[in-house]
């Protein structure tokens, strides 16, 4: 069985893939400009990114299996960022406030010998509509940093979450089913 790299720096996506009995048998993240190209849609760009995070780290260790992933929050056919800031946060939740929005989470399988798996998970999650006290809460809390949309589920925003439809763990981050999928279909996670 070949060496399993997870080319991503998220604990949240070693914690997911340690649910579904997988420890990868290295973490090295990916360094590559995420920036969207211009016009570039959510899907398209949550594919482009998984793929060209498992391709940098599979031509590096082309003897393993590279598993990244990407996880894209879009307000129709806008992207949001990564909260790097409160301000970024804010503008992020105000946005979603009362509305529904899409969380696409893509993940790429690289095996050796350059075959690649792709997959992507699709969900919608609707906030409920959130009050100045609410926000301004929530950002107090740090729980937004560096997270795509300005929220992380798992954490106190899930009470602020009146519905979602799909997968639970690729709005977290790596969506588990798809992932098995790939991971039994390459023999590298046993039934």
């Known amino acids: 069985m070949a060496q399993l790299i997870l080319a991503s720096a998220s604990p949240r996506r070693q914690q997911l ?3 579904i009995g997988i420890t990868a048998d290295a973490i090295i993240p990916a360094d590559i400009d995420e920036s969207a190209h211009k016009g570039e849609l959510p899907r398209v760009y949550a594919r482009r ?3 060209q995070k498992a391709a940098v780290i599979a031509a590096q260790h082309p003897d393993s299996a590279v598993l990244s992933g990407d996880t894209v929050v879009a307000a129709g056919r806008r992207i949001l960022p990564k909260a790097e800031s409160e301000a970024d946060a804010r503008m992020c939740l105000d946005l979603i406030s009362g509305r529904r929005h899409l969380v696409l989470s893509a993940v790429t ?3 050796p010998g350059g075959r690649a798996l792709h997959r ?5 999650v609707t906030f409920k509509r959130l009050h100045a006290d609410e926000v301004e809460t ?3 809390g740090g729980e937004w940093q560096g997270k795509a949309g300005g929220y992380a589920i798992q954490g ?3 009470a602020l979450i009146r519905s979602i439809s799909g ?3 690729g709005i977290m981050g790596l969506p588990l089913y798809e992932t098995r999928s790939m ?3 390459a023999g590298l996670l046993k039934p």
């Open 120 to 124: 992507l998970s699709e969900s919608i």
């Open 167 to 169: 997968s639970y763990s």
């Open 156 to 158: 106190s925003a899930e």
């Open 49 to 51: 990114m998984a793929a």
């Open 17 to 19: 893939l340690a649910r």
């Open 183 to 185: 991971l039994l279909s």
């Open 109 to 111: 399988l690289m095996l």
């Open 138 to 140: 929530y950002i107090a």
